[in-house]
């Protein structure tokens, strides 16, 4: 059993940057990929960016891509994603994920389904 928290959010303005963090516990954390996902009000949980197990690759989601930075650090148990140039559309519950490595694969990295465990969630909202 993973369990994981995310921490962070908050209520921004246009062009602001936000570090996310979300620690985990329960199993040895650097025998998962973990990722990033993000609900709106009304739609479906996106994808926004994965880190393999090994930290050997990173795949982020197209409206992200040159914005966000996902990193982890295996010793403290904790997964982070760096976010700027905040844009309102980037307003939505932001949840982490973590998902055994044999699940996982650039291709899976974007599906709910590669993700076994799953944060509560932390709010981002960015004001224009």
């Known amino acids: 059993q993973v369990q994981l928290l995310e921490s962070g959010g908050g209520l921004l303005q246009v062009g602001d940057s936000l570090r996310l963090s979300c620690v985990g516990s329960?199993?040895?954390?650097?025998?998962?990929?973990m990722a990033w996902f993000r609900q709106a009000p009304g739609n479906e949980r996106d994808f926004v960016a994965a880190?393999?197990?090994?930290?050997?690759?990173?795949w982020y989601g197209d409206s992200v891509k040159g914005r966000f930075t996902i990193s982890r650090d295996d010793a403290k148990n904790t997964l982070y994603l760096q976010m700027n140039s905040l844009k309102p559309e980037d307003t939505a519950v932001y949840f982490c994920?973590?998902?055994?490595?044999?699940?996982?694969?650039?291709?899976?990295?974007?599906?709910?389904?590669?993700?076994?465990?799953w944060g509560q969630g932390t709010q981002v909202t960015v004001s224009s």
């Open positions: 994920a973590a998902g055994p490595a044999w699940k996982f694969s650039g291709l899976r990295s974007k599906s709910p389904k590669t993700y076994d465990y």
């Open positions: 329960g199993r040895a954390f650097d025998n998962w990929a």
């Open positions: 880190i393999s197990y090994n930290r050997g690759g990173t």
